[in-house]
């Protein structure tokens, strides 16, 4: 078994890796659908309002359990990744989200691998993120507005970038501009590869209005800008708002969009709040029988002639994260490791004498 920390993690993944993975897992289980399983996540609230609204020491979190089997044509894999979301992190100059993912093969049981998830979780959000911003954006974009500056940001833009490396011009706003400037710094020291231009904008109107993309991550609980704000071609990744409760994306933008994308159909129904909200809304005319597809139909060309004739028009990509993903992704690493020796190798099990 393999042991690899999150440094050892990152230095052997990148986000093409990741996007290739995940693409590949998409037309795999379009042409296999009984080869991927993967259930719809766990997930408990932590630290829930209700229980402990007059202790003021907490905000409320989740820990989430995600468990994904995958089958090759030759091999059968489980991946499950167990996460915790820590929402007060930030103040403790510690990540928000933590995570281990553990890899084995159900032929024999046997642990391939246990590694650390944070990056995992980072690189393969993002790399739907691209995957998306692909097919879906137009291909001369010239800019990318980030909208929530937190841990998930870096590596959805480095995607963005990966697929549209035409950009040269980065607009960053976050609800606190010391977070925007050090992610301003940060970004410009670990990802020196890309010649962009980074602002810091104290208001975000002034983030989206010229942006060709629009990457979000944020806790938000109401929209964040109006259809009015942005451009009428814009492409927008949303990431953020991960419960019914949450939304990042205001009705009207869902309204005008001429395409919206979901990564997991059956888990946006349950955790997707902007989608959630828009159809429940009695002044919004979107609802679900509106949305477009999911990513898997829009990778094998399924939905190409909607995407063409969106791109002229708003596109809204929005991800809750599947088992699946994480699962592809982690395999991947899991197998680097054991051919090139990575990480910590422990002997899990116990030797017959």
């Given at each position: 078994m393999q042991l690899l920390n999150q440094a050892e993690v990152t230095e052997y993944l990148n986000i093409q890796d990741a996007i290739d993975t995940i693409e590949q897992l998409l037309h795999q289980q379009a042409a296999h659908p009984s080869w991927i399983k993967s259930p719809e996540r766990l997930l408990i609230?932590?630290?829930s309002e209700d229980l402990f609204s007059n202790s003021g020491e907490h905000n409320s979190g989740a820990h989430l359990s995600m468990p994904a089997i995958i089958y090759n044509g030759k091999q059968e894999y489980t991946a499950v990744k167990l996460v915790t979301?820590?929402?007060d992190n930030p103040s403790r100059d510690l990540p928000t989200t933590t995570a281990i993912v553990t890899v084995s093969n159900n032929a024999t049981g046997k642990i391939l691998a246990v590694m650390d998830g944070i990056y995992i979780t980072q690189v393969r959000t993002a790399a739907l993120s691209g995957i998306a911003t692909n097919y879906m954006s137009k291909s001369d974009c010239q800019s990318v507005a980030v909208v929530g500056c937190g841990g998930m940001?870096?590596?959805q833009l480095n995607a963005v970038l990966t697929v549209r490396p035409k950009i040269k011009t980065v607009y960053l706003w976050n609800r606190s501009?010391?977070?925007?400037?050090q992610f301003k710094a940060r970004f410009a020291r670990d990802y020196a590869q890309w010649n962009v231009e980074l602002n810091v904008c104290e208001q975000i109107e002034d983030a989206i209005k010229d942006a060709d993309i629009i990457n979000v991550a944020t806790r938000s609980d109401e929209g964040l800008f109006s259809?009015?704000?942005?451009?009428?071609?814009?492409?927008?990744n949303a990431i953020g708002a991960y419960r019914p409760s949450m939304k990042e994306i205001s009705?009207?933008?869902?309204?005008?969009?001429?395409?919206?994308i979901v990564d997991d159909l059956a888990g946006s129904r349950h955790e997707a709040g902007d989608l959630i909200q828009a159809d429940e809304a009695s002044d919004c005319a979107w609802t679900w029988d509106d949305l477009s597809g999911d990513l898997q139909e829009l990778v094998t060309g399924e939905l190409t002639d909607k995407a063409a004739k969106a791109k002229q028009a708003i596109t809204l990509f929005k991800s809750v994260g599947a088992a699946s993903f994480d699962a592809a992704v982690a395999l991947y690493?899991?197998?680097?490791?054991?051919?090139?020796n990575l990480g910590e190798q422990v002997v899990w099990e116990k030797l017959p004498k």
């Open positions: 609230e932590t630290f979301i820590c929402p940001a870096y590596e501009p010391r977070g925007a400037e259809v009015e704000q942005i451009k009428s071609d814009a492409h927008i009705n009207d933008v869902i309204e005008n969009s001429g395409m919206i690493v899991a197998k680097q490791a054991q051919e090139n």
